[in-house]
Nanobody, 123 residues
Framework: QVQLVESGGGLVQAGGSLRLSCAASGSTFRNGMGWFRQAPGKEREFVAAISWSASSTYYADSKKGRFTISRDNAKNTVYLQMNSLKPEDTAVYYC?????????????????WGQGTQVTVSS
C-alpha cells in the first residue's frame, strides 16, 4: 500500500507560480509517479509523470515549458513546479503512484491516489 498526501495548492494570480508537493509513505519502492488534474465539470486529465529513477518524464502538450515534474526519492516526495499559470489551470490536482517503476499517461495505469489539492488561478 502507498499513501499519498498533496500540498502546496492555493490561490494565485495569472502569471504566478506554485509548487505542489506529494509526500508518499508505505510501500514506495520504485514507483512511477504522476500528476493529474480535474476541473469542475471536466474529466480528470494527465499533467505530468516521472519514472522512479527520474530518467523519464512526460508532459501533456499544453503543459510543456510551463510545468516541471521532479522527485526526491530520499524524501519520498514528488514535486510539480507550475509557472506562468493561467485561469484555465484552475483545478484539483492529484498525485498518483504506480506499482511499478515506469510511467504511463493514462490514469488507469496508476494504483494509488492522493486526496487532491485545489489550485485556483485568478485573472
Amino acid at each position: 500500500q502507498v499513501q499519498l498526501v498533496e500540498s502546496g495548492g492555493g490561490l494565485v494570480q495569472a502569471g504566478g507560480s506554485l509548487r505542489l508537493s506529494c509526500a508518499a509513505s508505505g510501500s514506495t519502492f520504485r514507483n512511477g509517479m504522476g500528476w493529474f488534474r480535474q476541473a469542475p465539470g471536466k474529466e480528470r486529465e494527465f499533467v505530468a509523470a516521472i519514472s522512479w529513477s527520474a530518467s523519464s518524464t512526460y508532459y501533456a502538450d499544453s503543459k510543456k515549458g510551463r510545468f516541471t515534474i521532479s522527485r526526491d526519492n530520499a524524501k519520498n516526495t514528488v514535486y510539480l513546479q507550475m509557472n506562468s499559470l493561467k485561469p484555465e489551470d484552475t483545478a484539483v490536482y492529484y498525485c498518483a503512484a504506480r506499482s511499478s517503476a515506469g510511467v504511463v499517461t493514462s490514469s488507469r495505469g496508476y494504483d494509488y491516489w492522493g486526496q487532491g489539492t485545489q489550485v485556483t488561478v485568478s485573472s
